[in-house]
């Protein structure tokens, strides 16, 4: 399994022509959020949050494509929201087909299996599947039981039928090391193309806000979760983003790697951080004050971030960007990864959620109310 060949190199020769051409700024995945609307309410995101009429509005076919055209990063991910919940998001996937980009559709898979059908499979296209532990633990974030299950069932039967299937995985600070490798055992063996992993950022708007990671926790956890891993486990993630992780390489936040464009433009600066929006993508990258993001920067927001969404971009490019970022990630993917000596776990509960502990009670009261009024009048027609 892993990430086709013909994806890996337009990507390689897409950020060798940028730095070829000298550009140091560049966007590498557009993050287009075609809606808010949910049908889960987790306790650790702040996207179900918006006000009603917000929940109810989507991105046009023909909006999402004048983002991408605009963008002209090689890649598009999809999240939300729910995507599948967008009534159009068939002929939003048929459209960045057509424009030969490669697509990373991020959906919690409860509609997912009965709505294969909409989609034709395609080197272009993966459903990136959302799982957040083992069952009791991914039930537990997502604030429902039985999630788990179905987004199991859904995996085997986009893979049955055929389709690219990738994971992505958020922790937090009552994640049990042992039991996420255990993940990546069932994962592996259902045969996912590859999972993806990153700590969960401390959106303002999260119901729960006790158990999002700071830097050292992240590091430490990273630690013992990769300790020895096993050579048949695939990540769709760059080698030195995983390294990154584990406090073993450092890396610079590139917000404008994973530029978002959603119902109220593109976001500044980031997919994380909401501080105000424009009408283009080249005025995004031009009248943001970058400097004032990233950990370097001193922005008190970004101290404990270590998401992938702001650094896979920069482990790329450093990939690119010295013989010595060019050879350490040729040897990781050759050997695997550095071997590390786990650190003690940080006042991380490991036993809460392997208990089948929940969210905080009454954590995400407004957002399951919110859940009850759209459920009826914004299902999709399919």
Same mark, same amino acid.
């Not at 395609?122 to 959302?130: C, R």
């Not at 957040?132 to 085997?156: L, M, N, Q, S, T």
């Given at each position: 399994?892993?990430?086709?060949?013909?994806?890996?190199?337009?990507?390689?020769?897409?950020?060798?022509?940028?730095?070829?051409?000298?550009?140091?700024?560049?966007?590498?995945?557009?993050?287009?959020?075609?809606?808010?609307?949910?049908?889960?309410?987790? /306790?650790? $995101?702040?996207?179900?949050?918006?006000? &009603?009429? @917000?929940?109810?509005?989507?991105?046009?076919? #023909?909006?999402?494509? %004048?983002?991408?055209?605009?963008?002209?990063?090689?890649?598009?991910?999809?999240?939300?929201?729910?995507?599948?919940?967008?009534?159009?998001?068939?002929?939003?996937?048929?459209?960045?087909?057509?424009?030969?980009?490669?697509?990373?559709?991020?959906?919690?898979?409860?509609?997912?299996?009965?709505?294969?059908?909409?989609?034709?499979?395609?080197?272009?296209?993966?459903?990136?599947?959302?799982?957040?532990?083992?069952?009791?633990?991914?039930?537990? /974030?997502? $604030?429902?039981?039985?999630?788990?299950? &179905?987004? @199991?069932?859904?995996?085997?039967?986009?893979? #049955?039928?055929?389709? %690219?299937?990738?994971?992505?995985?958020?922790?937090?600070?009552?994640?049990?090391?042992?039991?996420?490798?255990?993940?990546?055992?069932?994962?592996?063996?259902?045969?996912?193309?590859?999972?993806?992993?990153?700590?969960?950022?401390?959106?303002?708007?999260?119901?729960?806000?006790?158990?999002?990671?700071?830097?050292?926790?992240?590091?430490?956890?990273?630690?013992?979760?990769?300790?020895?891993?096993?050579?048949?486990?695939?990540?769709?993630?760059?080698?030195?983003?995983?390294?990154?992780?584990?406090?073993?390489?450092?890396?610079?936040?590139?917000?404008?790697?994973?530029?978002?464009?959603?119902?109220?433009?593109?976001?500044?600066?980031?997919?994380?951080?909401?501080?105000?929006?424009?009408?283009?993508?080249?005025?995004?990258?031009?009248?943001?004050?970058?400097?004032?993001?990233?950990?370097?920067?001193?922005?008190?927001?970004?101290?404990?971030?270590?998401?992938?969404?702001?650094?896979?971009?920069?482990?790329?490019?450093?990939?690119?960007?010295?013989?010595?970022?060019?050879?350490?990630?040729?040897?990781?993917?050759?050997?695997?990864?550095?071997?590390?000596?786990?650190?003690?776990?940080?006042?991380?509960?490991?036993?809460?959620?392997?208990?089948?502990?929940?969210?905080?009670?009454?954590?995400?009261?407004?957002?399951?109310?919110?859940?009850?009024?759209?459920?009826?009048?914004?299902?999709?027609?399919?």
């Amino acid at each position: 399994m892993g990430v086709p060949v013909s994806q890996m190199w337009r990507v390689a020769s897409y950020v060798l022509g940028q730095r070829l051409r000298g550009n140091k700024r560049y966007p590498l995945v557009l993050m287009l959020e075609p809606l808010f609307r949910c049908n889960l309410a987790c /306790a650790g $995101c702040g996207k179900i949050q918006h006000p &009603k009429e @917000i929940l109810k509005k989507h991105l046009t076919p #023909e909006e999402c494509f %004048r983002a991408v055209d605009e963008c002209g990063a090689p890649m598009v991910s999809i999240p939300g929201g729910e995507p599948l919940l967008h009534p159009e998001i068939d002929q939003i996937v048929a459209g960045l087909v057509e424009r030969k980009k490669y697509i990373y559709l991020c959906t919690n898979a409860i509609l997912l299996e009965k709505n294969l059908h909409r989609f034709t499979p395609s080197k272009f296209l993966s459903f990136s599947v959302h799982l957040d532990g083992p069952r009791e633990e991914h039930d537990a /974030a997502v $604030c429902r039981e039985g999630i788990y299950d &179905k987004a @199991i069932a859904a995996i085997k039967a986009a893979i #049955e039928a055929g389709h %690219r299937v990738t994971t992505n995985t958020t922790l937090y600070n009552n994640a049990s090391p042992e039991r996420v490798r255990a993940m990546f055992d069932t994962l592996t063996e259902i045969g996912v193309e590859g999972m993806m992993v990153s700590p969960g950022y401390p959106y303002e708007k999260a119901p729960d806000q006790e158990h999002f990671l700071i830097r050292e926790q992240t590091q430490s956890l990273f630690q013992r979760i990769f300790h020895q891993p096993k050579k048949e486990w695939v990540f769709n993630q760059s080698p030195l983003f995983l390294e990154f992780l584990k406090g073993n390489w450092q890396l610079e936040c590139t917000p404008w790697g994973n530029p978002t464009f959603n119902l109220f433009g593109w976001q500044q600066p980031c997919y994380l951080l909401d501080e105000g929006y424009v009408d283009s993508f080249d005025e995004l990258m031009a009248a943001t004050q970058w400097e004032n993001y990233g950990r370097a920067s001193g922005n008190e927001k970004c101290q404990n971030c270590m998401v992938h969404c702001g650094y896979e971009p920069s482990a790329v490019d450093a990939t690119f960007r010295s013989l010595k970022g060019f050879a350490a990630t040729a040897w990781l993917t050759m050997f695997g990864q550095w071997k590390t000596n786990p650190k003690p776990l940080l006042a991380i509960d490991t036993a809460a959620l392997s208990a089948g502990g929940n969210a905080p009670e009454g954590a995400n009261s407004r957002g399951q109310e919110m859940l009850v009024q759209l459920e009826v009048e914004s299902r999709p027609k399919v």
